[in-house]
């Protein structure tokens, strides 16, 4: 349920760059003083983007992630896959990045991203035609650690739910 509301936060946060905020800064603001400790996850962590993705250029948001990231990620310690999602009516797409610790993933220096991004936004601007910059401009990111195991989780039912059973 937490993880639901997470997502709820994310996909209806507002969606232009100069707007877009992190979850971290979100929670900062609003949750209890316990769950906004600044200290790094020591267990799985998952890496959230947002990009804009026109449905023009869905298909080669896609084949350009193929071309640049996807090869390099699996090549990263402490990798353990991603999902790309995307939503049609916004037009975004989201990745989830899975990483065995977020130690693992901040150690890859920023200049070696930044070289992959280059090429992620070169063979883009080839594929959709944009003659500059980014055709899948970032909107937000965030730091996600996994919760419990939701098998390990109950939950009651409210009041107002009804009876199981029958």
């Not at 979100?26 to 316990?34: F, H, I, S």
């Not at 400790?37 to 080669?60: N, Q």
């Not at 990483?99 to 280059?118: C, D, L, N, S, Y």
């Amino acid at each position: 349920m937490a993880l639901g509301l997470v997502l709820l936060v994310v996909f209806t946060a507002p969606c232009s760059p100069a707007a877009a905020r992190s979850l971290t800064d979100l929670a900062t603001d609003q949750a209890p003083e316990a769950l906004t400790t600044r200290e790094p996850a020591k267990g799985p962590v998952v890496e959230l983007l947002r990009l804009g993705v026109p449905a023009a250029h869905y298909r080669a948001w896609l084949e350009a992630e193929k071309a640049s990231w996807e090869p390099w990620l699996a090549e990263q310690p402490g990798f353990q896959g991603r999902q790309l999602l995307w939503d049609r009516q916004r037009q975004e797409g989201t990745l989830l990045i899975r990483w065995a610790t977020r130690g693992q993933w901040k150690a890859i220096p920023e200049a070696e991203v930044g070289r992959v991004q280059e090429r992620f936004e070169q063979r883009a601007r080839q594929l959709t035609g944009q003659a500059t910059g980014n055709p899948f401009p970032l909107l937000a990111e965030a730091e996600l650690e996994p919760l419990a195991s939701s098998a390990k989780t109950t939950i009651s039912p409210g009041p107002l739910a009804p009876a199981l059973g029958g």
